[in-house]
């Protein structure tokens, strides 16, 4: 039903910025609440960053609030996470993530489709 697919990650200095992109194909893709996750080695996948369908309402992990931007163009089928002032505890797979809601979603299982992941590592 929807595909996505990220790209922007890649290997960063502590401090630095980048920003993930997630192109999306398929069913309408205002039509979904859209989150980004993550997956660091050894550690469970958590939830980054979320936005309503409307890109009106947001939602940040305590870990990243304040550092990352989540935001959306429904226009160009895409949705962003800009990172920020990036420490090596945000090495991790970034996933881009669809929900059939309209509303901002923070559960997992919530979320119907996912990329395939970009790796975002941070270098002290």
């Known amino acids: 039903q929807v595909q996505l697919v990220e790209s922007g990650g890649g290997l960063v200095q502590a401090g630095g910025s980048l920003r993930l992109s997630c192109a999306a194909s398929?069913?309408?893709?205002?039509?979904?609440?859209m989150g980004w996750f993550r997956q660091a080695p050894g550690k469970e996948r958590e939830i980054v960053a979320a936005?309503?369908?409307?890109?009106?309402?947001?939602y940040y992990a305590d870990s990243v609030k304040g550092r990352f931007t989540i935001s959306r163009d429904n226009a160009k089928n895409t949705v962003y996470l800009q990172m920020n002032s990036l420490k090596p505890e945000d090495t991790a797979v970034y996933y881009c993530?669809?929900?059939?809601?309209?509303?901002?979603?923070?559960?997992?299982?919530?979320?119907?489709?996912w990329g395939q992941g970009t790796q975002v590592t941070v270098s002290s």
């Open positions: 993530a669809a929900a059939p809601y309209a509303h901002v979603i923070v559960t997992m299982g919530w979320y119907d489709y």
């Open positions: 398929g069913r309408t893709f205002s039509s979904y609440a």
């Open positions: 936005i309503s369908w409307s890109g009106g309402n947001t």
